[in-house]
């Protein structure tokens, strides 16, 4: 029972406009340590780095490669993200709460651009009520 997006056109420009902002910076910042995978969309495969052959090489690039592992897959939630908020925007679903089917409030989804979820059915998954 899902309801249609009822925001001006005006309001999802500046949504967009904010998420294609975002799509770039996040895109901007994998590049500087990571390729995109060739076989999986919106994926990246963090650079293992090269120092060298020695023992202390070795273990400074492992222990960049495993503190740079986490960013990624932030990095790359976040993107996803973007990407499934931009297509609900194509799709004319965006701003529907996708538990309740009820809009979500103009005020989150400026602070929150990607929510998916309704104030009241994000309290009750999370237990705050």
Do not use: W
């Amino acid at each position: 029972m899902a309801t249609k997006s009822s925001f001006s056109k005006d309001f999802l420009e500046t949504i967009k406009d904010s998420l294609r902002e975002q799509k770039a910076k996040l895109e901007k910042e994998l590049a500087k340590f990571t390729k995109k995978s060739t076989h999986v969309a919106d994926d990246y495969d963090t650079n293992f780095p090269e120092y060298g052959d020695k023992e202390d090489e070795n273990a400074a690039e492992v222990a960049e490669y495993i503190n740079s592992k986490p960013v990624e897959e932030g990095l790359e939630k976040t993107l996803r993200d973007v990407n499934k908020t931009l297509e609900r925007i194509d799709k004319g679903a965006y701003g529907v709460c996708k538990y309740c089917g009820k809009p979500i409030e103009e005020k989150r989804l400026l602070a929150r651009p990607t929510s998916s979820a309704c104030v009241e059915c994000k309290k009750a998954i999370t237990q705050e009520l």
